[in-house]
């Protein structure tokens, strides 16, 4: 079926300190894997996506990992600072092409 | 940097009233979308629109919704008779092309409407 499952449902981190948010899909012809950020009240902004030729891609704090295999992926935030956070949303796509969301994690950095 | 924009931006109806939410994808984008997000939850898939038809649409995209693309900018939702559960922030998203083939969804700032 459809579903991307998403974990945990919050974190809270100290700034400075590492996050990790998971996620894991079921349509295993899913080859695009983005995560967004949303703030409260905003648009969900695309801050890093992958394609399933790649099994890790970074840019600067953020980096993301996928397992094919194992159908799952990751977001990595290193040295986390109070603007980071936010919800940050994964999703996948289907076959049909519409892009499924995780239920969403709600990141706190604590200064 | 080229947006999606979205008006209005807040949006309050009576139960059973109609509403129009309006969208302007960015220009060169092929695949039109509608999310809604309920406070507090994910964001959830309404429908998909390309080539001037509805591509796909979600269990919760039921005979009250419809889209249109007047002209070759703007891309609007219908809700026909407005329910208490309608209200929610509604996201208008396009793409170059479909999820599957790896093309980056951008979103408009979204019309949170409100039934009263």
């Known amino acids: 079926g459809e579903n991307v499952e998403q974990h945990p449902s919050t974190l809270s981190v100290q700034e400075g300190d590492s996050a990790v948010i998971k996620c894991t899909y079921s349509d295993s012809a899913s080859n695009y894997f983005p995560w967004y950020k949303q703030e409260l009240g905003k648009r969900p902004q695309l801050i890093i996506d992958?394609?399933?030729?790649?099994g890790e891609k970074k840019d600067q704090r953020i980096a993301v990992t996928l397992n094919k295999t194992a159908k799952h992926f990751s977001l990595h935030i290193t040295e986390t600072q109070p603007e980071d956070s936010a919800v940050y949303f994964c999703?996948?796509?289907?076959?049909?092409?519409?892009?499924?969301f995780g239920q969403g994690t709600t990141l706190q950095v604590k200064p | 940097e080229p947006e999606v924009t979205q008006t209005p931006s807040h949006q309050v109806t009576q139960m059973g009233q109609e509403v129009i939410l309006r969208c302007v994808p960015i220009s060169n984008h092929l695949y039109f979308y509608w999310y809604r997000q309920i406070l507090g939850q994910k964001v959830e898939f309404l429908v998909s629109?390309?080539?001037?038809?509805?591509?796909?649409k979600s269990e919760i995209f039921d005979d009250q919704f419809s889209v249109e693309r007047p002209d070759g900018s703007n891309f609007t939702l219908k809700i026909r008779s407005t329910k208490l559960e309608d209200s929610a922030m509604y996201f208008c998203?396009?793409?170059?092309?479909?999820?599957?083939?790896?093309?980056?969804?951008?979103f408009g700032s979204g019309t949170q409407l409100s039934v009263l």
């Open positions: 992958i394609r399933s030729n790649v």
């Open positions: 998203a396009s793409s170059e092309a479909s999820g599957i083939t790896n093309e980056k969804l951008f």
């Open positions: 629109f390309y080539n001037n038809e509805i591509s796909e």
């Open positions: 999703a996948a796509p289907i076959a049909t092409g519409k892009l499924i």
